[in-house]
C-alpha cells in the first residue's frame, strides 16, 4: 500500500475548523488506498505566544527549556488532529518526537536529525491507524527535548518521507505553490508548476520561506518529491522533483530577498593557510550560522578581507565571536552592518549565461540600488543590499529577468 | 542535606509576576540549606483552555489523546519557572514525568503511580540545581503519556516527597490553609492549624477541595508532614501530620460540601453471597468511581436495596452499567439522581460520641431540610441532600456543631 506524507503547517490548523479541513484530507487520502502519516505544526500564533511568555519571564531563557516550552504547541497540535480524526469516525495515534523514536543531536533550538525508527510508526500503520507525528521537535539520546528550528516541521515532514519511502510529501501551507518572487513584494510574480531539487534548494537558501531547506536536502538524497500546495483547495501546487530534461532554455526561474541579515566583514586577515577554517569553525562552534562568505585578497596576497552574512539575531553573538578572532589570530578589525538584505536571482547555468550577471547589476545600478558584496555560484546570484532598499530591488531584477511577462512556468 | 518539596498550584503560577514569587521561595529554601523539588500545575486557567479546544473539535476525545493535550500544561510550567530561577542567578532543570520516571498504570485520565525512579531527581540536586517536575502527568510502561485526574499535582508532590524522604511537602496555594468549612459557603469558617492524616483524609473525600486525598495518603504512607499555605504570604498554614495526643476532646473538625454527585440506587438486589461484589467490580472496571455505599436489607433478607454516590459527570456511564446488571443479576430496577450534594461532619471518634449523629439530623430537620441517604463510619456522618439544599445545610451545621464559635483550632 503506498505512502502519503501530509504535513500542514501552523496557518492551516489555526482552527477548530481548519483542524477539521485536515484531518478530512488525511481520511481521504486513507480511503483513496494510502497509509496516511500527518505532520503538523503548531496552531496558528502560538509559537509566537509561547516565546512571548517566555520573554515575560526573562531576556535570554536557557535554551533547553525553551525546547522544553515551546515542543508544547506542536503536542497540542497532534492531540487535536487525532481527536478530529477520532471524531470522524477513522482511527488515529499522536506521537510525540520521543514517542516515536526522531532522535536528533544536542544542540537545543538548532538539533539535527539523526536517527529515526520505523518501528512504532509501521506498528500504528499496520494496525490501520492514521499516525500524526509532532513537527520540529526531538529527542537526543539521553531523551532530552530539542528542536530543530523555526520552519523544521517541513524537514520533520521530508525526513520521515524519506525513512518510510513515502510516494509524496505533500506540503499544505497558505499559499498554493512556489513562486517566481514572494507576491507581497512583486504583485506580477507567478507560480511555478514544477522546479528542480537544486533551484528550489536554492530558491529557499535566499529568502523564498516557504519551505525549508533541510526538508529539500532529504527529499533531493531520497528521491522523493515534494508537493508544495494550498489547504484551502484542491489545485495543484509546486512539484518539487528530480531534474527533468529541457531545462537549460531557462536560465533565471525565481529572485528572492533575504532580510533581516547582518554582514561581518573581516579586514586585513592574514592570508595565510589555515585561517580561514579556523574563523568558520569557531564561529560554527558557536552555532552561528553563516549565510554566504566572500572573501578578497591585497596586498599581493598577503592579505585578505573576509565576509560574511548572518541571521541579524546572531550579530552580537558573531561581533563576540569575531572579537576575540582578531585577538588570536592578528587580524585587522572587524566591521558588522546589522541593517541588510540579500536579493538572489536563482536558476540553470547562470555562469553559462554570462549576460545574467550583467543584466542584473545594470537592472540596479539604474535604479540607483548600491551593491555591498556580490556572490554568485553555478545557479544563484545575490547582492548584498542596504534593508530599505530591498523590495525595490527584487521588483526591478523580477522585471529585469523577463518574469514579469512569463506564465506558469515548468523546468 | 534535608530536603523540601513544594508545590504550586495554577493560581500561584498565575502570570509571570507569580512564576518569579514561586522561583524566590524555592531560592530562599536552597538559600537555607535545603535540597529543593518544585512541583508544579498548569498556569492559571490554561488547562480549562486546553479542555475548551478540545471541545471545540469533538464532544467526547479520546482520553489517550486528552492526556496528550493536557499534559501540555504543566510542561508549560516547569520551562517558564525554570527560565525565572535561571534568570534570578541560581541553577534550575525542568524534567516531564517521562524524563524523571514517575511511572502509572495505563487507565488514561485517571492514572495511579506505579514507581518511581530517584536516579535522574538525585543526579540533578547533586548538582546543586533545583529540580522543577511536571505535576499530574506520568507515563506508563510502553511510553504512554497519562495523568491522573484534576488536582493530581497535590499527588504527585507528596509522592515525591515520600520516595525521596523530604522533611516537608509545601503546598503553595490561594488559601492560607484548612478550613473548619468552605469560607465562600460559610462566613464564620475557620483555619484549622493542626489536623491528623486521617482527619483530613476523610475531609478531603468528603469535599474539602483544597488537597488532593491520594495526596494524603501518600504523605500518611510515609510520615511526610504536609503544610498547606498561601503562596502570598508568610503566615503559617496547616499542618497535616501524625496523630497526636489530647484529640479526643475535640469531635467534630471541619463540615464538609461535595457538589456535583449523582446518588444511583439499585432496587430489589436479589441478597445472595457475592452479588456486591459484581456489582461494584463492574462499575470499578468501567472506572466510575465511586463515593459512598449504602445498603439496606428487607423481605427477611432477601432483597436489598442498594445505592452509592458518584461523580455527575459519572452518571450516564454508571446507568448504562447498571442496566447491563439489572439483565445479568436479576435486579428490580435503577433509579439515578443526577442533582444531589453530600453534607459531612468530619472528626474523631463520632460514633463514641453517641450525640453527633442526633446533633446533625435534628439541625438539618428544623431547618427543613429534607436527608436522602444516610452513611456513618468512625469519623465521619455524611448525608446526601438535594443540591439547591447543600450551602445552607452546611451553615446550619456549621453552626450546631459549634464551629461559628472557635477560634484557630489544633488537634
Known amino acids: 500500500m503506498p505512502l502519503l506524507v501530509q504535513k500542514f503547517g501552523g496557518t492551516s490548523l489555526a482552527s477548530a475548523e481548519k483542524i477539521h479541513r485536515a484531518a478530512r484530507r488525511a481520511i481521504r487520502a486513507k480511503l483513496d488506498g494510502f497509509r496516511v502519516v500527518l505532520v503538523v505544526s503548531a496552531m496558528g500564533d502560538s509559537t509566537n505566544q509561547l516565546i512571548a511568555l517566555a520573554r515575560a519571564i526573562c531576556s535570554n531563557p536557557p535554551k533547553r527549556e525553551l525546547d522544553m516550552l515551546l515542543t508544547t504547541g506542536e503536542q497540542v497540535s497532534i492531540a487535536l488532529v487525532a481527536m478530529a480524526i477520532d471524531a470522524a469516525g477513522h482511527e488515529a495515534i499522536s506521537l510525540t518526537a520521543g514517542q516515536l523514536g526522531l532522535v536528533t543531536d544536542s544542540v537545543h533550538t538548532k538539533s539535527r536529525i539523526q536517527t529515526i525508527s520505523r518501528d512504532r510508526i509501521d506498528r500504528e500503520l499496520g494496525n490501520g491507524k492514521i499516525v500524526i507525528v509532532a513537527g520540529f521537535q526531538g529527542i537526543d539520546e539521553s531523551g532530552e527535548i530539542t528542536t530543530m528550528g523555526r520552519g523544521a516541521s517541513d524537514t520533520t515532514a521530508a525526513a520521515l518521507a524519506s525513512v518510510l519511502n513515502a510516494e509524496t510529501c505533500e506540503i499544505y501551507t497558505d499559499v498554493d505553490g512556489v ?30 520561506a516557504v519551505l525549508h531547506s533541510r526538508a529539500i536536502e532529504f527529499a533531493k538524497k531520497f528521491d522523493v518529491p515534494i508537493h508544495v500546495r494550498s489547504s484551502l483547495t484542491d489545485a495543484p501546487g509546486t512539484i518539487i522533483m528530480k531534474e527533468t530534461s529541457g531545462m537549460e532554455a531557462i536560465s533565471v ?46 596586498e599581493s596576497g598577503r592579505l585578505a578581507n573576509l565576509g560574511f552574512s548572518t541571521d541579524a539575531s546572531d550579530a552580537s553573538e558573531a561581533r563576540s565571536v569575531c572579537e576575540r578572532l582578531i585577538v588570536d589570530l592578528g587580524i585587522g578589525g572587524v566591521e ?40 554568485t555560484s553555478e545557479i544563484v546570484i545575490s547582492c548584498i543590499v542596504q534593508k530599505e532598499d530591498g523590495p525595490r530591488a527584487l521588483r526591478i531584477i523580477h522585471d529585469a529577468f523577463g518574469l514579469d511577462e512569463a506564465e506558469s512556468s515548468s523546468e
Open 336 to 375: 558588522i552592518d546589522e541593517g541588510v538584505s540579500k536579493i538572489s536571482a536563482v536558476g540553470v547555468g547562470m555562469r553559462s549565461h554570462t549576460g545574467i550577471a550583467a543584466t542584473m547589476f545594470d537592472a540596479l545600478s539604474k535604479a540607483k540600488v548600491n551593491i555591498e558584496n556580490i556572490s
Open 179 to 208: 513562486y517566481t518572487a514572494d507576491p507581497r513584494v512583486v504583485p506580477q510574480a507567478h507560480k511555478i508548476d514544477q522546479i528542480s531539487f537544486n533551484t528550489m534548494l536554492e530558491l529557499a537558501a535566499t529568502g523564498a
Open 253 to 298: 526561474r525565481g529572485v528572492t530577498l533575504k532580510e533581516d541579515l547582518a554582514f561581518v566583514e573581516l579586514n586585513a586577515v592574514p592570508n595565510t593557510a589555515g585561517v580561514a577554517a579556523k574563523i568558520f569553525a569557531e564561529v560554527a562552534r558557536n552555532h552561528i550560522l553563516v549565510d554566504d562568505i566572500v572573501q578578497n585578497i591585497y
